[in-house]
């Protein structure tokens, strides 16, 4: 059991990948499945003998001098916040290799080198324990998704590439700036040793959380720094949109979990009505948006700003039930929205359109594909028995703790949520059969079956069995709602 080795394995199948002649396209799909694979047992056997009774402190950790004049150090472990995210990612990878086993047919050396090298960076993002280390992550991996978007993606690709590097490179930015005032001030780049530290208070304090927070706030993307979001799901091939709604979206929930409320404790509760209220706006807006949306992937875009802003609203109620549910919902999005996001790749692959429009009375002539697509449409919206509505349960449950209205307002969006989505599935799978391209498409094959059913079964398992997952999840939240508290949060 190594993080080390999770973190590896990737760069090194991305390595051998280019040691296979870029014409033999089969051998590099299975060399890069294989690589995404052995990622994947690694980060099982992580989850497999990690102790959720430890409750203090990382598991797996690992730590060797890098840069020994600035105390810079490799040092990486996991607690039961970052796990299940870690776990994610691996997960994912191989399902976006098998998704694009027949769409992606340019460039195939690299698109796979590309997916393997963002599976690494997003890792080392959820294990990084050195700022620095951290830091470097969160750079490396907005290369590849730059790259997924922009050569991959669709005609309008270049457009939501730059704009998708901009926005967040400008928060990159803003954070470094913080990181160094931070070093400058505890002399140290370990998270760990932060923790011990003083915090910063006052108008420097304020500051740095700002700095910090608007980079997290926009990989989030927390309203109104949303609007790169559906322009690169639009753009983005499906194993793109993918890795961006399962994983990449998390980064900024996680950064605020493990870097700005823990170091910047003062003002993160300065913040938190503020930010409460701009998550509770982005819920509205973006079910609003999702009703005016003829494309079915830009309408799967939107609602993610709904869900995120469930999850933020989660975090900043500063209480277990909500940051309970708040991580638990970062998972169940990833799962819940990856396959919603397979689904509509499948149809596309298919048809060529995501238009709404075009479709209608899909159900008899792809049942397959209307069954998965109904369990995951209810997963979406939060029925009980399934995963989303555990998640979506505890965070109201802790919204409504800290203040009423906040549940009253982001009750208003599962309602919303409900209905756009239903009313998606209605129009793709129900009336009449009125196109003769619908009525010859085929059902999902072997393959589809093999990267979604595996989805499904995580959806009803989260849902019946929610208390494995918390029971994983639970030690590490106390220790950090005890670590807000010591620090003055």
């Not at 706030?217 to 949109?241: C, M, N, Q, R, Y």
């Not at 549910?325 to 790749?345: D, K, Y």
Request: hydrophobic share 55%.
């Amino acid at each position: 059991m190594s993080i080390t080795l999770t973190l590896l394995i990737p760069v090194a199948t991305a390595l051998l990948l280019l040691c296979i002649p870029k014409d033999k396209t089969a051998e590099l799909r299975i060399t890069a499945l294989f690589g995404s694979l052995a990622t994947l047992a690694f980060s099982l056997a992580l989850l497999g003998g990690f102790d959720a009774q430890y409750g203090a402190g990382f598991q797996f950790t690992e730590k060797h001098e890098w840069v020994p004049s600035l105390q810079v150090h490799y040092h990486v472990g996991i607690d039961g916040i970052s796990l299940f995210l870690v776990v994610l990612s691996a997960l994912l990878t191989p399902i976006a290799i098998l998704c694009s086993w027949k769409s992606v047919e340019k460039r195939v050396r690299e698109f796979h080198i590309a997916l393997l090298l963002l599976t690494s960076g997003v890792i080392g993002v959820f294990v990084a324990l050195d700022l620095l280390l951290f830091y470097v992550f969160w750079e490396v991996m907005l290369i590849p998704m730059y790259l997924l978007v922009g050569i991959w993606g669709g005609t309008e690709r270049i457009r939501a590439a730059v704009k998708f590097f901009i926005y967040t490179m400008a928060g990159s930015l803003l954070m470094f700036l913080a990181i160094l005032y931070l070093y400058q001030h505890t002399g140290t780049f370990s998270v760990e040793d932060i923790y011990q530290k003083p915090p910063l208070t006052g108008t420097a304090g304020l500051l740095c959380f700002l700095a910090f927070a608007l980079s997290f706030a926009i990989k989030v993307p927390l309203f109104p720094v949303h609007t790169w979001l559906p322009d690169a799901h639009t753009e983005a091939p499906t194993a793109g949109s993918v890795i961006l709604a399962g994983v990449l979206l998390k980064l900024g929930i996680y950064g605020f979990i493990r870097f700005a409320i823990p170091f910047f404790p003062e003002a993160a509760v300065l913040a938190a009505p503020w930010i409460s209220v701009l998550a509770i706006i982005g819920i509205i807006f973006g079910a609003l948006m999702c009703f005016v949306q003829e494309d079915m992937k830009r309408l799967i875009a939107y609602s993610s700003v709904s869900h995120m802003g469930f999850v933020v609203l989660g975090l900043f109620a500063f209480n277990e039930q909500g940051v309970q549910g708040c991580v638990l919902q970062m998972v169940n999005h990833g799962i819940s929205t990856g396959a919603l996001f397979l689904l509509i790749g499948a149809i596309y692959e298919r048809r060529h359109t995501r238009r709404i429009i075009d479709f209608g009375g899909l159900a008899p002539v792809a049942p397959k594909l209307a069954i998965i697509f109904f369990i995951t449409t209810l997963s979406s919206i939060g029925l009980p028995f399934l995963n989303g509505f555990v998640g979506e349960f505890l965070i109201l449950q802790g919204a409504y703790s800290r203040n009423i209205f906040y549940a009253a307002f982001a009750g208003l969006g599962i309602i919303l949520g409900a209905i756009y989505m239903l009313t998606l599935y209605r129009r793709i799978f129900f009336g009449e059969t009125d196109r003769e391209e619908n009525a010859e498409m085929k059902d999902l094959d072997g393959r589809e079956l093999a990267f979604l059913l595996p989805l499904v079964g995580l959806m009803v398992f989260l849902g019946l069995f929610s208390p494995w997952f918390t029971a994983k999840v639970q030690p590490s939240i106390e220790v950090w709602m005890t670590l807000l508290l010591e620090r003055g949060g």
